[in-house]
């Protein structure tokens, strides 16, 4: 559901969702949750949404679809222009803080360029007013959030990109960044997976490349402010 599915948890996954968070906050860790502002036809809150007027609308005045990276579907995505949409959002975000939720990861991907830099920070703004803990990728300057997160470089891209993009962010006196998800999934490899299971044509080469890759990967995270790992590397 693009991460809009507001309070709705897995039943099999996650049985006890309150004992799980309370279980991690006794550790000392916060816990975050993926959020896009993108929102799926037929959503749990997409009718609601688009009855109040609260996505971005065309030149006509109506509500209008986005093709974005993720989810695949075409998307609504919120008017954070709108302090009523904005509030609207928010209340929604309360539904996972009642849980205990310490704060989310804002992950729309791969939206338009024709969208302003700044387009989700009325969220943020009000969100680290309210002490929520914030994980930008959209971030934009000087940004309202904690710690920005810049994007992937897969096992088969010029592996200096991570470093260099992490001491530019440095350097402009933004040190509170870290490198995307440790073993995520990536389309360019056959089954999108780094198992090898699940990848019959990978060949020894790019099972060697794959593992060594991981290893780096999860050394570089380890000197950053955070760590996100999706397959563990070991």
Excluded: C
Excluded at 142 to 166: A, L
Excluded at 173 to 188: A, Q, T
Aim: glycine share 10%; hydrophobic share 35%.
């Amino acid at each position: 559901l693009a991460t809009t599915s507001f309070g709705m948890w897995d039943d099999q996954k996650y049985p006890d969702p309150e004992a799980m968070i309370n279980s991690f906050h006794e550790q000392g860790l916060k816990v975050t949750i993926g959020l896009r502002n993108g929102f799926i036809p037929g959503g749990p809150f997409t009718e609601e949404g688009l009855e109040n007027g609260y996505f971005m609308t065309d030149e006509s005045g109506e509500a209008k679809l986005f093709e974005v990276g993720f989810p695949e579907p075409d998307v609504y995505l919120l008017d954070a222009e709108n302090p009523e949409a904005v509030d609207w959002y928010v209340s929604l975000w309360q539904k996972w803080s009642d849980y205990g939720i310490d704060g989310y990861k804002e992950d729309l991907f791969g939206y338009p360029d024709s969208l302003p830099d700044d387009f989700f920070d009325p969220v943020n703004e009000v969100m680290m007013k309210d002490s929520v803990y914030v994980m930008g990728r959209n971030n934009y300057l000087g940004s309202p959030v904690d710690i920005h997160r810049y994007n992937d470089f897969n096992y088969n891209q010029p592996q200096d990109r991570g470093p260099i993009n992490g001491l530019a962010y440095a350097y402009s006196g933004f040190p509170n960044v870290y490198p995307d998800i440790v073993g995520g999934s990536f389309p360019d490899i056959a089954g999108g997976s780094f198992e090898a299971s699940d990848n019959d044509n990978l060949h020894d080469k790019d099972i060697g490349d794959i593992r060594m890759y991981l290893m780096r990967y999860a050394e570089y995270a380890a000197l950053n402010q955070s760590m996100s790992f999706g397959i563990g590397p070991w």
